[in-house]
């Protein structure tokens, strides 16, 4: 949900009402495992109705058992770790539905709960491996072919306030019950049932502090229900929130955009590198956080922290908080996250229970400012973006239900209890590997030609995110569409950038910082190529080649230093050349500009080391393939300069000339750059790795 901030409003930012998005003509002909899919995917699209990742639905369905031949009902339920809005059918767990009723025989009691975790797997149906969802049982044990349990805000609001149940009675009469919170698993599960059972004719029930559970007797009546329930809280409160302005109204009026953009540039690498670096950060300043942090009621309910664990689990508990007059003041800030982190440990010692894993990093997740915005830090861009979407929910939360009675937060040895869930603990542990160069960001110069598109690509595949940039727009664009495609749209972004031109650079690098928090790896790789012999070198040649390839890489790198400081570290890549250790001829302006280069590496690992920035180079050799370069007069003047003929003559004359016998291509330097750009090399500053086939000229020794 984007909404405009209107400075004037008198009244708090509306829920929007969702509209029922159902298609008989899309429906029609589907089974009933593909009518379950169909529903899910409807309401997981849409923001309004449950956040990524949250929500489960379900259907029984009655298929053919393998093993038997008998009909048997089996239970489809969306599986853990899911999200309905984008799943297929692989998606859900399959159980046999007679198997799960018969758990009940074995629960020994809520001190028990985990334990029945366990037992799902043994109920699973035709061998489906999707493991089960600790919400199962709320499924399972409803007698209703069709099962909803979603989180909207709107719902959530009424959940998680103070008048919550009473507003609940007032909004459906009697239609929609009332359970206080409880964790989600087994227990829960069966007292829904008997909640259910003893009041015949309900339509759904909340779950304090949770979400809604809903049903129906079809996939379509379970959808419209669900629909309607959402559609009927959100117009009660909108009709509560046009009273007057939510949160005590405005105590700090909003910057301009351009003003909280570069406030957030200057403040996340600081905040980054703060926090140890190697995490990826997102700014956000949204209608709902600009009203919410400008608020008198702010401190107060940030502090309170969130209370649905579909947004706790994400944000954590409670968000850190800043004076938006000291952002500038370095010793505030490491300050304000000292204190942040004595108290994340004091809440764990609190709450821990001796059987509780260790504690987690303590930084925050959700950084707040008034009259700036929201950034959010994680491991992994997308993960960084959904936190922040995730307390946009929650502000949401707020707004709604502080206008019917007053926001609640969860007990804190309830929150911590799921946070440290041995089972939230379990599917931590499932997760994959981290890449090599996951939370790092990188900036790559020249990066629509071949050895930078290469370079770019062979970043991402390991998990970095990556700044393109190119002073050709229409080469970059493709360039940056590409990677998209391949990689996402959370770890790729683009910038127009000369490198020669001052203002560009620090465009280029405030974009860095305030799209992906900081800088880790620079690859400066802008480059040209002339060829001439001395006496047709002009001034212009001749500063055209320092300008792209020595002042260029001066500037990059330049800009590059006070991110890489202000997180201790970073590596910054030079693309060279095998001209800048051996001589050629006709190309006196672009081999002695390479060399320059190359000793202005070894300047600035001498000066970045005690910081921990390290500067090497790569110098490739006649690599032809996907290059701009090679595509135009230099082909041209190289060939004419060795006597043969441009075509594929050349790029056979390189090969043959080298000692190994081999073309060297884009994804070749690549290598070289992930090498210096890892942990591999983390003990190598102002070194050269020639990646060029073999040139005895271009030995370092």
């Avoid at 995730?390 to 709604?400: D, E, L």
């Amino acid at each position: 949900m984007s909404l405009i901030l209107d400075r004037n409003a008198t009244h708090a930012l509306p829920f929007v009402i969702p509209a029922n998005r159902w298609s008989e003509a899309d429906a029609v002909g589907k089974s009933a495992e593909q009518l379950l899919l169909y529903r899910s995917n409807l309401l997981g699209s849409d923001l309004t109705v449950t956040n990524f990742g949250g929500g489960n639905t379900s259907a029984k369905i009655v298929e053919r058992d393998p093993l038997t031949g008998a009909d048997v009902t089996v239970l489809w339920v969306k599986g853990s770790g899911g999200d309905i809005g984008s799943m297929k059918l692989d998606g859900f767990s399959t159980l046999y539905l007679d198997k799960l009723l018969s758990l009940e025989k074995l629960y020994r009691g809520v001190e028990h709960e985990d334990e029945m975790v366990a037992y799902l797997p043994h109920c699973t149906f035709n061998l489906n491996a999707r493991t089960a969802s600790i919400d199962t049982p709320l499924h399972a044990y409803l007698s209703f072919a069709h099962v909803d349990h979603v989180h909207p805000d709107a719902i959530i609001a009424l959940a998680a306030s103070a008048g919550g149940e009473a507003t609940t009675r007032k909004i459906w009469g009697g239609a929609v019950g009332w359970l206080p919170w409880q964790r989600p698993g087994f227990d829960l599960g069966l007292k829904l049932r008997d909640y259910v059972a003893a009041h015949p004719g309900l339509r759904g029930v909340m779950l304090a502090g949770h979400g809604i559970i809903c049903w129906g007797d079809s996939a379509k009546a379970c959808y419209d229900n669900s629909i309607a329930l959402i559609a009927d809280a959100a117009a009660y409160l909108n009709e509560r929130l046009a009273r007057g302005p939510a949160f005590g109204g405005e105590a700090h009026a909003a910057l301009s955009a351009d003003e909280r953009r570069a406030a957030a540039t200057r403040m996340m690498p600081l905040l980054r590198g703060l926090m140890g670096g190697s995490r990826i950060g997102h700014f956000a300043d949204d209608a709902e956080t600009l009203e919410f942090t400008g608020s008198h009621a702010f401190e107060r309910l940030a502090a309170v922290g969130t209370s649905c664990p579909d947004h706790f689990l994400r944000t954590k508990i409670a968000p850190l908080t800043l004076d938006p007059a000291k952002l500038d003041d370095a010793a505030y800030l490491a300050d304000r996250l000292d204190k942040y982190r004595a108290g994340y440990k004091a809440y764990y010692d609190r709450c821990a229970r001796p059987a509780s894993p260790k504690m987690r990093d303590p930084n925050p997740v959700v950084v707040l400012i008034p009259g700036i915005g929201r950034i959010t830090f994680a491991a992994d861009k997308t993960t960084a973006r959904l936190a922040g979407e995730f307390y946009g929910n929650a502000i949401n939360v707020m707004r709604g239900a502080e206008a019917i009675g007053g926001y609640v937060g969860l007990d804190e040895q309830e929150a911590f209890d799921i946070e440290y869930w041995a089972l939230e603990e379990a599917k931590l542990q499932r997760m994959p590997r981290p890449k090599p160069l996951a939370g790092k960001v990188a900036l790559v110069t020249g990066a629509a030609g071949g050895i930078g598109a290469a370079t770019a690509r062979r970043l991402l595949a390991d998990g970095a995110c990556v700044l393109l940039t190119d002073r050709d727009e229409t080469s970059l664009e493709p360039a940056r569409g590409s990677l998209t495609t391949a990689h996402g749209k959370d770890v790729v972004r683009a910038a127009v950038c000369d490198v020669t031109d001052e203002a560009q650079v620090a465009a280029a690098f405030a974009t860095c910082a305030v799209e992906f928090g900081g800088l880790d790896i620079l690859v400066c790789n802008a480059g040209l190529a002339s060829s001439a012999p001395i006496e047709e070198t002009t001034v212009a040649l001749w500063r055209k080649n320092y300008g792209v390839l020595v002042e260029g890489y001066f500037l990059t790198a330049r800009a590059a230093f006070p991110l890489m400081r202000a997180q201790k570290g970073g590596s910054i890549i030079f693309i060279g050349s095998k001209n800048a250790l051996a001589a050629t001829p006709n190309a006196s302006a672009y081999a002695s500009a390479k060399a320059a280069v190359l000793h202005l590496a070894r300047c600035l690992a001498l000066e970045g080391a005690s910081d921990g920035i390290r500067v090497n180079t790569v110098n490739p050799d006649a690599v032809i393939r996907g290059s701009r370069i090679w595509d135009g007069d230099w082909r041209k003047e190289r060939a004419g300069a060795y006597g043969i003929d441009p075509g594929e003559e050349l790029e056979e004359f390189y090969r043959k000339r080298s000692m190994l016998g081999l073309n060297v291509l884009p994804e070749d330097i690549a290598e070289a750059v992930f090498f210096f750009a890892g942990n591999a090399s983390a003990k190598s500053t102002g070194n050269i790795i020639n990646v060029d086939a073999g040139n005895a000229q271009a030995f370092t020794r």
